[in-house]
């Protein structure tokens, strides 16, 4: 289990594992080796956000990670036309850096104002969604041996927006299904299955009902199979796959699907080991850019009270330095995670604790340098 959430440079293909390998903008001898200090763009994000951040930081600073954080606000903005788009810096240093962390983000509920995470996924054209759900020992839940992992294509269906009104009181929602979105998120989760020694890939579909969308999902994904041998290849309807998923979780590995179905899927995979809390995840887009992210609330109710678990965050930059290639650090930080979970005495309240966010990171901090 500790190595289920492994790097995904290479599921992007060579060429993209050595740019995201590649110099960063800055030296510093964090660690022993010297290595390059790598620029990663950090958007700490709003309620709890700013907390859970500077927590990952102390976490990173304390295993020496060379990681060199440059600090962004991606409140949403109108250009030029009225068009919304975020902030000119935030989308430079992206450009630059290509690898993003990302606390979680409000979207202001006035008239027009996009969500922000469809924003990003838009402007970076972050294609796959990747959520790993590995049951953590020593947090007790109904299911104690998950492992499992979605993929879920993040650009269209019926997310692409597409709405109208037909006359009053209709109102119609187009699902946009393309040939070469189905074949890249198929083509990513059978190199995900191959480069992590996954043995599985199962295609969630509603074919049966949306025959030309889904079915055209499926088909690309079945012709992408054919490519993949050594993967078993597997479909299975939406209701089938949650029906089938709260009986026996262990009976699934990699599942891959279109945008809403892996919206309403990767969050009922992260409620099997926990919640979103402790759910990390990542968002790989085209050109070498990758933004992960913890998937839970802003929690204004506990912000700046010393209360969030950093633990979604804290787990979404481990799968970060993964694939980024660094494996040791990322090692040693999860490690000094799940050793702190399993040892049950400094926990946040959601972990079923009573201890506040700081004393949590200094614990795992503490950890990292026994670890050295």
């Known amino acids: 289990k500790q190595e289920a959430i492994k790097g995904m440079a290479a599921v992007v293909g060579r060429s993209m594992a050595s740019r995201l390998l590649g110099g960063g903008r800055s030296w510093t001898s964090f660690s022993r080796n010297f290595a390059e200090a790598r620029t990663v763009t950090i958007i700490p994000g709003d309620g709890i956000g700013p907390e859970i951040s500077a927590a990952v930081m102390k976490i990173f600073e304390a295993a020496k990670a060379p990681i060199h954080w440059e600090e962004r606000n991606v409140t949403a903005v109108k250009g030029p036309g009225g068009k919304w788009m975020i902030p000119l810096e935030a989308k430079e240093s992206m450009d630059k850096s290509k690898i993003g962390l990302k606390g979680p983000l409000k979207t202001p509920i006035a008239a027009g104002h996009p969500s922000m995470n469809l924003l990003l996924r838009k402007t970076f054209d972050l294609y796959a969604n990747v959520r790993p759900c590995v049951s953590i020992e020593g947090y007790k839940t109904p299911y104690t041996d998950v492992d499992l992992v979605t993929i879920r294509e993040n650009t269209e269906g019926e997310y692409s927006g597409i709405e109208h009104v037909i006359v009053d009181g209709v109102v119609q929602s187009i699902k946009l299904i393309t040939e070469d979105a189905s074949r890249r998120i198929a083509e990513f989760?059978?190199?995900?299955?191959?480069?992590?020694?996954?043995?599985?890939?199962?295609?969630?579909?509603?074919?049966?009902?949306?025959?030309?969308?889904?079915?055209?999902?499926?088909?690309?994904?079945?012709?992408?199979?054919?490519?993949?041998?050594?993967?078993?290849?597997?479909?299975?309807?939406?209701?089938?796959?949650?029906?089938?998923?709260?009986?026996?979780?262990?009976?699934?590995?990699?599942?891959?699907?279109?945008?809403?179905?892996?919206?309403?899927?990767?969050?009922?995979?992260?409620?099997?080991?926990?919640?979103?809390?402790?759910?990390?995840?990542?968002?790989?887009?085209?050109?070498?850019?990758?933004?992960?992210?913890?998937?839970?609330?802003?929690a204004p109710d506990i912000a700046g009270k010393d209360l969030a678990n950093p633990t979604a965050l804290l787990l979404s930059a481990v799968m970060m330095l993964r694939h980024m290639g660094l494996h040791d650090h990322a090692r040693k930080i999860e490690m000094a995670c799940y050793d702190t979970v399993k040892d049950g005495k400094v926990l946040t309240k959601d972990l079923g604790g009573s201890s506040k966010c700081s004393e949590f990171t200094a614990e795992i901090c503490q950890r990292v340098k026994d670890a050295e």
Request: aromatic share 8%; glycine share 10%; net charge negative.
């Open 189 to 298: 989760a059978f190199e995900y299955a191959r480069i992590n020694q996954r043995s599985t890939v199962t295609a969630v579909h509603k074919a049966n009902i949306m025959r030309m969308s889904d079915g055209l999902f499926l088909k690309k994904c079945r012709e992408v199979a054919e490519n993949y041998k050594d993967i078993k290849f597997m479909e299975m309807y939406l209701d089938t796959v949650c029906l089938n998923m709260v009986q026996d979780p262990t009976q699934f590995d990699v599942l891959v699907m279109p945008n809403l179905y892996g919206d309403i899927l990767s969050d009922l995979c992260a409620g099997l080991i926990g919640g979103l809390g402790v759910t990390p995840s990542g968002n790989i887009g085209a050109n070498g850019v990758a933004i992960f992210e913890s998937v839970h609330g802003t």
